[in-house]
């Protein structure tokens, strides 16, 4: 599982370089060797893999140019070994030139070829050279499955790596001239090392979220092994019986565990993605970690705040090394958050409960897991991994930071908004396509759902301070959709229905599947659902009744060309993005107001929008004049947006 897990961080990397590693062909140096656990599964995780070099704590293998089946099989047979040694190696399947050597050698001498493939610019060389050479040789993947640890920063020591017996063959992460590092062994780099090869482009994460499958595993285990005691304890469960249930869920247990990992590389791309966007938000992030006592930059190769405002500067954003260490805070911290309030024992997510364990043992023993003495931690766990996985390393302290709520109460908002609109379903469309599309759009998909949650639960934090169950909140978000959505095409004003249709365009143009591409551009309108409902209900109305309104007001003051323009301001910092957020968020108020007005005065209008702005006259008119002026008479700021919220909320207010 642990060689899976990483295996499944490389094939992420690769996606987004455009290349799949279960098809296309990737050229891999490593440190370990086909009996070793990590370094040999891995090895055989795809088929197109074509192994140049490798050594361990005995041998050197170079081959120069390998048949990609011819060495597979071979792999794979030395794998199948009681024992085995690159010595085992039959070397009538090696290219041209290929060689295994053993350690031992004062001198070896390499073919052309051999030397050439691990960028060696001689062919007399010690064992220790070639091993340097192979750590810097010009392939795809370097793979880590050997015990030791291979790269440190250029400023740092050997002595502060504390691995002597490597000190000879160690190199530095800007010397590194694979694309990707995998890291199936731990601390293969040091963590300096791997922001150093971050830093130059290429594309690692840290030990500890590319082998976390080995971790999860044994907590998963453990925690099945408990409910099935209780179980056992009752008479219902003999031991053989039980041994027989846990060898026969081994792979579903390994999916569940390797899911956690799919989504942890995927949360830090994303976050990869957004960049230096996201970078004042990170900063705000470990400034609070560290108000609390939590965190100390230094130790954990974190910039300080100085070093990130130089590096927001230089428009150098977090390295993945970094967001990983970032994102295991996140989820460390809001466990500790949620676990101290009473979220845990909220009767709907005892779904997410059941959704631990394998679906065989979960239907057979629900109430041993019910009754489970860790049920709390694991509710806890599994919400807040998908939390955190889904909204990135700082999703919950830029909600709690905007709507003054606490972390418990964005943890709710989010199961609202996932389970409100079916995203776990809506998230298995768009993994189905590894491989498939290309992984830059794949992230595109992605982010389209990231917005909505992000947008529709802090909605939730500002506007709804309601404490019925989840099960009664979701239900009523449910409700809303089927009302509305299978409607919306008739009602959304026509520069909407065309940035939605452009949106769907472009997704279908890049490979998506059109059902996938059209729901996916909707979620922008389904964002504002739970807007109509509470117009709906705050003006006692017909939720039909109260989306038209709510559209009319929309088309009336132009706001979704506001929204668009808005959309595309950049910030000079955070607190003029909070700013925004603000003008945007009084802008929405103000819509939200103005519908209620026109249902509550002027319900029985065939047209409650126009008859409430003609009631309004004049006053109403210019404020539209000026509205337009500011937000449409050339570029936007957020000064005029402030403005234009402003004379909008004046508006609703009368």
């Known amino acids: 599982i642990t060689a899976r897990g990483a295996w499944l961080s490389v094939r992420r990397h690769f996606a987004e370089l455009g290349v799949d590693v279960q098809a296309d062909s990737v050229r891999v140096v490593g440190v370990g060797d086909m009996s070793g656990d990590v370094f040999g599964n891995g090895m055989l995780l795809s088929e197109q893999t074509r192994l140049v070099a490798a050594f361990d704590h005995r041998d050197i293998f170079i081959d120069p140019d390998p ?150 595993s044994s907590d998963v285990e453990v925690n099945i092994k408990i409910a099935l005691a209780s179980a056992m304890r009752k008479g219902g469960l003999a031991r053989p019986a039980r041994n027989k249930l846990l060898a026969e869920m081994t792979e579903e247990v390994a999916r569940l565990v390797l899911a956690n990992n799919y989504e942890q590389t995927l949360a830090i791309s994303l976050a990869a993605r957004r960049g230096i966007q996201d970078i004042a938000h990170q900063g705000r992030f470990m400034s609070a970690l560290e108000t609390r006592g939590l965190l100390d930059r230094a130790v954990e190769n974190l910039p300080s705040a100085a070093a990130l405002a130089e590096r927001q500067a230089r428009g150098e954003p977090l390295t993945r090394p970094e967001l990983g260490v970032l994102l295991a805070y996140a989820k460390i911290v809001l466990f500790s958050d949620i676990i101290a309030s009473d979220l845990p024992d909220d009767a709907h997510l005892v779904r997410d409960l059941l959704g631990y364990f394998p679906d065989r043992m979960a239907k057979k023993y629900e109430t041993e897991i019910g009754g489970h003495r860790l049920r709390r931690e694991i509710i806890t766990r599994v919400l807040v991994n998908d939390l955190v996985n889904r909204g990135g390393p700082s999703f919950v302290s830029r909600l709690q930071e905007a709507s003054g709520r606490s972390a418990a109460d964005v943890a709710r908002c989010f199961a609202v908004v996932r389970d409100g609109f079916a995203l776990p379903a809506l998230y298995a469309e768009i993994d189905a396509l ?96 739970p807007d109509i409902a509470l117009v709906a209900k705050t003006a006692n109305a017909d939720i039909v009744a109260a989306a038209k309104a709510f559209f009319g007001v929309s088309e009336a003051f132009r706001i979704p060309r506001i929204e668009d323009a808005a959309h595309a301001i950049t910030t000079a910092d955070y607190y003029e993005g909070m700013a925004l957020a603000r003008a945007s968020d009084t802008i929405g108020a103000a819509r939200r107001g103005i519908a209620v007005a026109a249902l509550t005065g002027f319900g029985t209008a065939s047209d409650p929008v126009a008859a409430w702005l003609e009631a309004g006259g004049e006053r109403i008119g210019r404020t539209r004049e000026r509205l337009q002026a500011l937000t449409e008479g050339g570029d936007i700021s957020v000064s005029r947006l402030t403005v234009a919220a402003g004379l909008m909320s004046d508006l609703s207010a009368r």
Not at 79 to 94: E, H, V
Not at 131 to 143: E, F, G, Q, R, T
Not at 438 to 451: F, K, M
Not at 479 to 498: C, S, V, Y
Request: glycine letters at 10%; one cysteine or more.
């Open 67 to 216: 048949d990609a089946a011819a060495s597979f099989a071979e792999r794979k047979r030395m794998f199948d070994l009681p024992r085995s040694s690159w010595q085992d190696y039959d070397k009538s399947k090696l290219s041209a030139g290929g060689a295994i050597v053993s350690r031992a050698q004062k001198s070896v001498t390499l073919s052309t070829a051999a030397a050439a493939a691990i960028g060696l610019d001689k062919t007399v060389a010690s064992p220790t050279e070639i091993m340097n050479a192979i750590l810097k040789a010009p392939v795809d993947l370097l793979w880590f499955g050997g015990i030791g640890t291979y790269v440190r920063a250029t400023g740092e020591t050997n002595q502060e790596v504390g691995d002597r017996a490597n000190d000879a063959i160690r190199v530095t992460g800007s010397e590194v001239r694979a694309k990707v590092i995998g890291e199936g062994a731990n601390l293969g780099t040091t963590q300096r090392a791997r922001i150093e090869f971050g830093l130059k482009g290429g594309r690692c994460n840290s030990d500890a979220i590319d082998n976390s499958g080995g971790v999860n």
């Open 434 to 529: 590894d491989n498939v599309v290309d992984g830059t759009l794949q992230l595109d998909l992605y982010q389209a759902v990231s917005r909505l949650i992000f947008s529709t639960g802090g909605w939730y934090l500002r506007n709804e301070h309601s404490d019925a169950p989840l099960a009664d909140r979701i239900a009523e978000l449910q409700a809303a959709r089927a009302a509305l959505e299978h409607k919306f095409a008739g009602m959304l004003p026509a520069f909407t229905r065309d940035r939605i249709q452009k949106r769907k365009d472009g997704f279908v143009a890049a490979g998506a599947p059109e059902k996938l591409a059209d729901r996916l551009a909707l979620l922008e309108v389904g964002e504002l659902v």
